[in-house]
Every structure is written in C-alpha cells, then in structure tokens.
C-alpha cells in the first residue's frame, strides 16, 4: 500500500514563479479542446466507428467551461482565457495553502495517480484545522466528473420513455447534495473536514503570502485581492476550469473505449467478463453502470442514480465508534434537505467505473480495499451473509448492519442481490477473475503513465 504524507505532491508548488507562468504560457498556447466560444454547442458526440482520439460523452453546454466564466461573469477585473484558467487551477490542486492546516492540498487526497481518489488505503483522510480530522466518507474519483448532471430529485430521461421517473439523480458527492459544480467548488474549501478555511478572509490571508499569488493577481487582476470573497471564486473558477480539462479529467483512453472504436481486441477473459458484466442474470451490473454506447455517446459506466447496496458498516472510520452514528446518505446526515424522507434513506450516487481498477478503497465507506472483495460481496450479499456482516454471541448474523431495520425496504434486491442464506450466488470465481479482467480494460491510458509521474501540463 502505498503510504505519502500528503506533502508528497507538491510538484507545482515547488516551481519557482517563473516556470509556473511559463507553464501556464504553455498551457495557454495548445487549442483547448476546453475552450469553446460562449454559446458554442457541446463537441458532437462520437460514434463507435470513429477514430478521433478524445471522443466527447454526452455533457451539455451548461457544463463546459465556458460556461463556467459565464457563471462567474463580471465578477473579475479580468477574465482568463480558459486554458490560462486550467494551468491555474491545475497548480491551486497542488496547493497547501488552500487549507487551513497549510498542509493539505486537494491532491493529498484526490491522488492523481489513483484516478484522483484515495493516496492509500485508508478508508478516511484525515484533514480539517489540525490535519488530524477524519473524514466521514472514502474520497470518490475526481474523473469523467464533468458529466455527472445536476442534482435533480425528480429525473425523466429526455430519450426513453418520459413519462418515467427514473428518481434522484446527478449532484456532486456521495449524496449529491453539491447540486452544481458551481456548489461543489465551495465545499472542500470549508468543509471541517477538509480544507477547514474558517472564512474567505482567512482563505485569503493566506493565498497572500503563497507563491500562487502572484499568478493569481495576473490572470485575475491586482484588485481580486482586496476582496476575499471574489478571491475566493477567482480560486474556485480556476479549480472547476481545470477538473474539466478533458484530456486530463476525460480522456476516453481505455483500451475499452478503444474496442467500442473498433480499434483493439479484448481478450477472450475480457470478453466473457463483459458478457456477465451486461447479463441481467448473472452479473447485472449494467443495469446501474451501463456498458453500451448511448445516442454516439460513450458510457459513463453509472447512470448517475443512487441505490441502497446495504454496505457493511466500516469501523474504520472513526466516527462509526459512536453506534448512533449512521451515514444514510441522500437522507443525511450530511446532506439536509431530504432528511426524513424516508424512502431515501441508505441511498448513495452509483459511481462511475472508470479506472476503479487503480482504486485503493471501494464504496461510499471504504469498507472493502480490494475490487474482487467488491465483486465477490455483489455475488453473495444475501447469500453468504456471514461472510460480510457480524456474528452476534446469539450467533445470529447481523445482516446490512449499517442500515436501520426501518430503512431496509429501501435495499436493492434484484440481481446480482437476492436469494437466500446457503443459496447458490449469482456467479462464482471463475466469473470474478473475468470480471477483474474487464474492469481493468477502464483504466486510462494517460492514468497508467500518471501512476509513475504526477500529471504533465496538458498538451
Ligand atoms: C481531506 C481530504 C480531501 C481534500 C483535502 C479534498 N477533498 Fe474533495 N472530497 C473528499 C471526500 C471525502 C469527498 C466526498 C464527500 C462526500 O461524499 O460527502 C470529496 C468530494 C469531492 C468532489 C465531488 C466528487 C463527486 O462527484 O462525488 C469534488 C469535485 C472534490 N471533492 C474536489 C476537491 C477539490 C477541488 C479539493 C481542493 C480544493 C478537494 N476536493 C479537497 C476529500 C477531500
Ligand atoms: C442497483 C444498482 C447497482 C448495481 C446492479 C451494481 N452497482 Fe456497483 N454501485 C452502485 C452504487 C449505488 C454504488 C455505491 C454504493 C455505496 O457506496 O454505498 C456502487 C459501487 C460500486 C463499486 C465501488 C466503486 C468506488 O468507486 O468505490 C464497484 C467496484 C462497483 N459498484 C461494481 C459493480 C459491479 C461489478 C456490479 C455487477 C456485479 C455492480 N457494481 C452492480 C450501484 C450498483
């Protein structure tokens, strides 16, 4: 496992002044595919048959970067162009000054060379004033994040059937509650968790003396400083701009997105390991992390929807010492504007699969921390429960013990879920190591380099 303090990637911070805005020159030299026109349409989507190297999933406009500048139109003396807007903010990731403790910066946990997701096997990073603060939840992946919609509690499909309520769909975070990237930008930044910052004051206070402001003051402006809160969004702008640079953040590099272009072969494991991936039967996975190209538009590998999987609780995560406290998801506690809504309760926002195969840490809990644990707990939740929640002494097995008795209704029981205690599984390790074969054909290519070297600016 891999162990870092989180001062390990500070690549970027450790640039003198000069090479950061050289590197930023660079960036801003390259035609972003980052950087349409205002009120230009989405990038057409690609169909299978196409050879173009960087295919565009379905985003909406609303979501380019472009967009983004619009959102936080007038608000700066000067705008950055967008590639200017992404070199910044690809070094804000880097940055420790951002957070409270002066030691974090949002790669210690979103880890570059591990889909930016966890450094290390630790199901929490710890954070916050101290740097000792634990988190609540397992840091998700930062990629293909771009194409995860808005929050919206009510979703209707504008391609199938409309009159279907699919449900709760899109929003940032386990539980969607940052309904907008806009929202989601603030969060880490104050989150007693995370960041910690106590105000934008305080926030600014110490941007000031970091090496970052003097690129700060060129692309935004001398005056952004004398206003915290505009520094602020100046910081959040150029953070949302680069997590939406799609040769970093969406490449569409896989050695399956290159089979869906009819360039490569899979293997034969592969093959069969997508085959029980898609069967409704067997693995089913694609009900809720749909494999197939929809309208030219490559799969995202989740349908954004939120499920209740009945995750066994994980007491390695420090807060779970106290037995009354349960992490239900889209019904809070974290999130509050659906608390009591019962029927949400345990729900959590289905991620995507995209490079999960470099992932130290598995579902909203890090409970499991290895992906054939992952799938052999799909094959045999019901089946083999003993294997996955407690014993009590009256050697009763406490099933789905991280959610309350009254919320059990809630929990998805369709295959691969169902069946009985004893009960044959819905496959078995033969269709695991198939599985793990295809999971793996989700990894990135420029992810594969990213894991011997931080990110090089993009080019
Ligand atoms: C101490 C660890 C930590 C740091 C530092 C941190 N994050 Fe996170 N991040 C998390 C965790 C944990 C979540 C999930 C929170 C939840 O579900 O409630 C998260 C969620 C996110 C998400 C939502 C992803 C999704 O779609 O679910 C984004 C985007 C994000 N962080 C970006 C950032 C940025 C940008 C920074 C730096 C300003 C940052 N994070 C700093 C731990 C961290
Ligand atoms: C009912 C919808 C549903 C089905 C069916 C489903 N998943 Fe999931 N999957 C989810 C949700 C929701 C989560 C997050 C749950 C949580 O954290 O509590 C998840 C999480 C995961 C994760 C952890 C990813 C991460 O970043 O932590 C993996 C791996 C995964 N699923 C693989 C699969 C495979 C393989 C199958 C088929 C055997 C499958 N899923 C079937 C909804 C589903």
Request: net charge neutral; proline share 10%; glycine share 8%.
């Amino acid at each position: 496992m891999m162990r870092q303090p989180p001062g390990m990637w500070l690549p970027l911070r450790a640039l003198p002044l000069l090479t950061l805005l050289a590197l930023m020159g660079a960036a801003a030299a390259v035609p972003s595919p980052a950087a349409p026109s205002p009120g230009a349409a989405a990038p057409s989507n690609a169909a299978p048959s196409n050879a173009a190297p960087s295919p565009a999933p379905a985003a909406s406009p609303a979501r380019r970067p472009a967009a983004a500048a619009a959102f936080y139109g007038g608000t700066f003396a000067r705008m950055p162009s967008a590639a200017q807007l992404s070199a910044l903010g690809r070094a804000l990731f880097f940055e420790t000054a951002l957070s409270a403790s002066a030691r974090l910066a949002c790669a210690s946990c979103h880890d570059p060379a591990h889909a930016f997701g966890p450094p290390d096997g630790r199901a929490v990073v710890q954070g916050g004033r101290s740097g000792r603060e634990s988190g609540l939840r397992a840091v998700p992946s930062l990629m293909y994040g771009a194409s995860v919609p808005q929050f919206s509690e009510h979703f209707v499909d504008d391609d199938g059937d409309d009159s279907i309520d699919q449900g709760p769909t899109g929003g940032r975070t386990w539980d969607g509650r940052a309904a907008t990237t806009h929202e989601q930008a603030r969060l880490p930044l104050f989150s007693d968790f995370e960041m910690a910052n106590a105000s934008a004051e305080a926030l600014a206070a110490r941007l000031r003396g970091a090496p970052i402001a003097g690129p700060l003051r060129a692309a935004f402006g001398a005056a952004t400083f004398d206003d915290p809160a505009r520094l602020v969004q100046a910081v959040e702008l150029a953070l949302e701009t680069f997590q939406e640079e799609p040769a970093v953040f969406a490449p569409y590099r896989s050695k399956y997105d290159a089979w869906l272009r009819h360039e490569v072969r899979l293997s034969a494991a592969e093959e069969r390991g997508l085959a029980i991936f898609n069967d409704p039967s067997r693995g089913n996975c694609a009900r809720c992390h749909p494999s197939a190209m929809q309208h030219g538009a490559f799969p995202q590998f989740t349908d954004h929807g939120f499920a209740a999987l009945g995750v066994p609780r994980n007491a390695a995560v420090p807060a779970n010492a106290d037995p009354r406290h349960v992490d239900l998801g889209l019904c809070g506690p974290l999130r509050t504007d659906l608390a009591g809504v019962r029927r949400y309760c345990g729900l959590f926002r289905t991620p995507t699969l995209r490079n999960v195969a470099v992932r130290n840490v598995f579902f909203h809990n890090g409970r499991f921390h290895r992906l054939d644990e992952v799938l052999r707990f799909y094959a045999a939740r019901d089946t083999q429960p003993a294997r996955w929640y407690p014993t009590g002494a009256d050697g009763i097995v406490r099933v789905y013990d991280d959610l309350p008795a009254m919320y059990r209704g809630n929990l998805d029981r369709a295959p691969p879920f169902g069946g009985r205690a004893g009960d044959k599984g819905a496959f078995g390790e033969s269709e695991v190591r198939d599985l793990l074969a295809f999971l793996a054909t989700l990894t990135d290519e420029n992810f594969t380099r990213a894991l011997k070297n931080p990110p090089n600016p993009p080019n």
